[in-house]
């Protein structure tokens, strides 16, 4: 539910802006309201780190009763961002000293869709535009947050409860997990990786040829830092622009000849559509044989972005259908099986061609869930815990080993 916002926010790159308010709330909006989920709701956060730097806390995205944007202190009490200027300005200190390592600091989240962002050693660095707020952009080598350890989680609270995230869209960095304590007083966590997990995902890395191992940012001393997604990779030049292209080709040559078929609503099972590739494009059909919607054969980045030519708009045909293609491309399903989307991670990832950074950060979680890439949650594989009327969230700060 929360992939609009991290697509809208990688194409865009500036703003925690209206795609907060949108389309990220629709999987919660068949949800009963309940009266009961308070104006604001604790946030626990547990360093694990082992780790003696100082840690900051940003609180940062849209008040969803009035659509501002802005930031929310320790209290969940909110501040709307100033305007920006051009060349962007500085914003506020918006920075919550976070806790010691072994020692845990609770804050209060609002009714709020955003993102919390936490940093080792050093404040990052936000400024503002006439747009809005600029996220940090460490595929950019000049940002000024490109050598510092950071890493967030995305959440909205409202009235239908909670859904909070751990989120490697962007990037794999400084390891964490997000909880959250249900009414009846059960817990549940997504997010942690396996021990040893994070070390070996940037060893499998460097192991991995065709230029995976370029993903990986390190500061001027050696230190790891992070791996950028794939995405990043391609703008960057750090991954070859044809890094998927043999996989897209036998999926473009085996729909010329054979059908598709895309079953996008796990609770619609007669609602089907059935792609064929004709002049180059694949084209699917309804139960009736009417052309819905067509697609031009994609690119790498189209793949890794869930964007361009796989573009998934929030209507109830082309973007699901998209979004059902995208999960197959990035863990190499659609040669394997022509009726999508597959409901066993058992057989992801499993061609040569495929999203290799995805396939080696699902390997190292603890429960397989990540969100390695904008529709990872196709399938419900996404690294996501919702409850409706939560007592309290959690995030955990772990070890980077």
């Given amino acids: 539910m929360l992939r609009t916002l991290r697509r809208s926010l990688t194409a865009v790159g500036l703003s925690l802006a209206t795609a907060l308010t949108g389309s990220l709330l629709a999987a919660g909006a068949g949800t009963p309201a309940h009266a009961a989920v308070p104006a604001t ?16 806390i940003y609180n940062l995205g849209t008040e969803l009763s009035t659509g501002r944007q802005g930031w929310a202190d320790a209290n969940g009490t909110f501040h709307t961002w100033p305007a920006g200027g051009n060349p962007p300005t500085p914003a506020p200190d918006a920075a919550i000293p976070g806790p010691a390592a072994g020692q845990s600091t609770t804050i209060r989240l609002p009714k709020f869709s955003g993102r919390v962002y936490f940093s080792y050693g050093q404040k990052l660095v936000f400024k503002l535009t006439t747009g809005g707020l600029v996220q940090p952009a460490v595929q950019n080598p000049a940002d000024p947050n ?87 990779g391609l703008e960057t030049g750090a991954l070859p622009a044809s890094v998927m292209d043999d996989y897209i080709n036998r999926v473009w040559q085996k729909y010329s000849t054979s059908t598709l078929t895309v079953t996008p609503f796990a609770d619609q099972p007669d609602t089907k559509y059935y792609g064929r590739v004709s002049g180059g494009v694949m084209n699917f059909t309804n139960n009736a044989g009417t052309t819905v919607t067509s697609f031009q054969k994609p690119d790498a980045s189209s793949v ?98």
């Fill in 304 to 401: 890794f972005g869930c964007h361009r030519k796989l573009d998934a708009p929030n209507d109830q045909v082309r973007g699901p259908i998209s979004r059902t293609l995208c999960a197959g491309f990035n863990r190499s399903t659609l040669l394997a099986n022509p009726h999508q989307p597959d409901s066993s991670a058992d057989a992801f990832y499993k061609d040569n061609v495929t999203n290799h950074y995805a396939r080696k950060i699902h390997a190292r979680t603890a429960d397989g869930k990540a969100y390695a890439f904008a529709f990872d949650d196709v399938g419900h594989h996404e690294s996501l815990v919702h409850d409706g009327n939560p007592r309290q969230a959690y995030l955990t700060l772990d070890p980077l080993n």
């Fill in 146 to 232: 490109r050598n510092i350890l950071f890493n967030w989680s995305e959440y909205t609270l409202n009235d239908s409860g909670l859904w909070i995230n751990s989120t490697q869209v962007d990037m794999f960095s400084a390891p964490y997990a997000v909880g959250l304590q249900r009414a009846n007083g059960d817990t549940v966590s997504t997010g942690r990786l396996k021990p040893g997990g994070y070390n070996g995902f940037f060893n499998a890395l460097r192991g991995q040829p065709g230029g995976w191992a370029n993903l990986i940012q390190t500061r001027p001393d050696g230190t790891v830092l992070r791996a950028l997604s794939p995405l990043y």
């Fill in 41 to 56: 709701i604790p946030l626990k956060i547990t360093n694990n780190s082992a780790r003696g730097e100082q840690v900051y």
